[in-house]
């Protein structure tokens, strides 16, 4: 949903699919629905590590679980650039957090553009419960920004508040 305070710029909906591999995966797929060509969103490049890149249209996730403060934050651009951190608790303790670059893949088709994003689960998120924010920044080319999430807490946007979390992902079991 947008956040309430934000302007959709044209966009009617965001919509995400989020799968939990057997493996070590994670996949997620954004399907973003309406003036796509209003976004603003940089060119394909190199996939690396970039920071900031919330300035421009980008894709989130956030992981964490219910028994401890600490948690992920991974940002996937279009453009195939990436970030990935880990937190002590409620945006504190930020450090890069060493990880396979995810992979990411976009098409867009009419009025839908999909993102579709496979990262790596780290050893300590495989075998909890774990809660988890979907998010996204859209921006246009008009210099308006929405933000979208699965929920938002009161107030101003914050995708880094536990409320976000609203994704709830059972432990896989040892069988």
């Known amino acids: 949903m947008c956040h309430p305070q934000s302007d959709a710029g044209g ?12 493996g ?5 797929v954004y ?32 992981v964490g679980n219910s028994e401890d403060k600490s948690y992920l934050e991974y940002n996937f651009a279009p453009s195939g650039q990436w970030a990935a951190y880990q937190f002590s608790g409620y945006r504190a303790g930020m450090a890069e957090l060493e990880t396979r670059a995810p992979v990411i893949s976009v098409e867009q088709s009419g009025d839908v553009l999909t993102v579709s994003v496979t990262l ?3 050893d300590t998120k495989r075998d ?3 809660c988890a924010g979907i998010s996204a920044v859209v921006a246009t080319k008009r210099g308006k920004i929405s933000y979208w999430a699965l929920a938002h807490p009161a107030g101003s946007p914050d995708f880094h508040h536990k409320d976000c979390f609203a994704l709830k992902l059972e432990a896989r079991s040892g069988a």
Do not use: H, M, S
């Not at 966009?11 to 057997?22: K, P, S």
């Not at 070590?24 to 997620?28: P, S």
């Not at 003036?35 to 970039?50: G, N, Q, S, T």
């Open 24 to 28: 070590e995966d994670f996949k997620l």
């Open 11 to 22: 966009i009617e909906a965001i919509d995400v699919t989020a799968t939990l591999g057997q």
């Open 128 to 130: 909890a419960d774990l």
């Open 31 to 62: 399907r973003v629905t309406g003036a796509i060509e209003a976004l603003k969103i940089a060119d394909p490049a190199i996939p690396d590590r970039v920071d900031d890149l919330w300035k421009n249209t980008c894709f989130e996730l956030f």
């Open 120 to 122: 790596y689960v780290p």
